[in-house]
């Protein structure tokens, strides 16, 4: 199945155990007792009701699996063992671009990604351009549009994750 290590902090770690709690022990039950009175309505292959409780547990299914996979290959990310001398996940990083803005990110595992928040995936194109870079240096990175842009790295501290 899932064999991609999933780079995650603590915090990331207990949030993925307490989603996959919730969907095995109360949503599993919430989608049992739809699909049981969905039958009731009658004919099954007209009932809408049904259908969507099907559809919504298969989801559920999907999910489970999804997670188990993904806790069988989580690295947990220490932050005494992490160095402040490169960017890496789990650091935070501020970075100016060539037009003089200023951004600041964290940099998190996929499953912790939170753009709108500033968290940026070590697998987006930006956080993967910037990886393994030390204060001071220039990242070239190509966004997903084909547009290059360059960053240059100001300062890596630990982030809070």
């Known amino acids: 199945m899932n064999t991609k290590e999933v780079v995650i902090t603590r915090a990331g770690l207990k949030a993925l155990e307490d989603e996959l709690e919730q969907l095995k022990t109360v949503r599993r039950k919430e989608v049992a007792e739809k699909i049981k009175t969905a039958r009731g309505f ?3 292959s007209e009932n809408s009701e049904y259908d969507e409780a099907k559809n919504e547990q298969a989801f559920i299914e999907s999910r489970i699996a999804q997670l188990e996979g993904m806790l ?5 990310i220490d932050g005494d063992e992490l160095t402040f001398e490169e960017v890496s996940v789990g650091t935070h990083v501020q970075i100016e671009s060539a037009e003089g803005s200023v951004l600041e990110y964290d940099i998190t595992g996929s499953t912790e990604a939170d753009p ?11 956080g993967k351009g910037l990886l393994g870079k030390k204060a001071g240096e220039t990242a ?20 809070s994750l």
């Open 42 to 44: 009658g004919d099954l």
């Open 72 to 76: 069988k290959n989580v690295r947990i």
């Open 116 to 126: 709108l928040n500033g968290k940026i995936s070590d697998e987006s194109p930006v």
């Open 140 to 159: 070239e990175i190509t966004l997903p549009n084909g547009k290059t842009v360059e960053y240059k790295v100001m300062g890596i501290s630990r982030a």
